[in-house]
Structure formats: C-alpha cells, structure tokens
C-alpha cells in the first residue's frame, strides 16, 4: 500500500464516519418530527407540511415550521381567557416583550395548543444519540 492508497483510505474512512454520524442523528430527528406533525393543530395543513428539521455542517440542529408554528405552541396573550405562556430563548421568533407573545393593539389573545416541547425535544435527542452510540459500542 503506497502512502497515498492509505491517504484515500483515511478520507473515506472519515466520510463514512461522517455519514453514519449524519444519519444517526437523522434517525434520532424523524420521530421528534413526526410527533410534531401529528400534534399540530390543522387548519389547512400547511403548519403539519412545513414542519421538519436542518442538520448543519457541525451537526447543530435547528427545527423549522412555518412561522406561526410558534404562536400557535405557546399562544398569544390577550384577554382573560388566552394567556400566552414563556417562551423559550432558543425559540424564533423571540417574542417582543422578551417574555410571551402578545399583541399591542389588540383585545384578542391565541389559546395555547401545545405540540412541541423544548425540553422534552432536548431529552429524546440526547436519549436517542446515547442509544445510537450504545449499539455502535456493542458491535
């Protein structure tokens, strides 16, 4: 084997463990997807259709939806009756207020029609990455 064969080698080497990183976490995503997209709240479709999630180059994760996704989960403060709730800091849009979504103008509020956790989003990736790396220790 020339130095170069072991250079080819190592590159692919470092591909296929790049790919098989890649699809683990992908793995891990799809059912956090899937249990968004089936406790959206459906008018027209287009909130459950726009929900997925972008794995960047460092593998940071970043879940998308179209952009009202996040008024709807944590609701718009208004009246007595609809009260939004905090949102976390990770969460974009970032409300204006600093705290919950609300109008300024407005009397009316959005009920809350919770479909997605942070926190709990946060457990399941870290829960199934440590399974993912647990099967690949065993082999």
Known sequence: MTVEDFENELANLGQ????????GVLDVLSPIIARMQERAPIA???L???IGAVLGP???IQFVMA??????????????????VSVPTEVEPTPSNGENYAFTKRRFGLPRQDFFDIEQMRTDIVDG???R???????
């Open 58 to 60: 460092d593998y940071t």
């Open 48 to 50: 459950k259709a726009s």
């Open 67 to 84: 952009y009202y996704g996040p008024f709807q989960n944590y609701g718009v403060s208004g009246t007595e009756d609809s009260f939004g």
């Open 133 to 139: 790396i647990d099967e690949l220790s065993i082999d």
């Open 44 to 46: 027209t479709g287009r």
């Open 16 to 23: 296929e463990i790049r790919d098989t990183a890649t699809q």
């Open 129 to 131: 990455l440590q399974r």
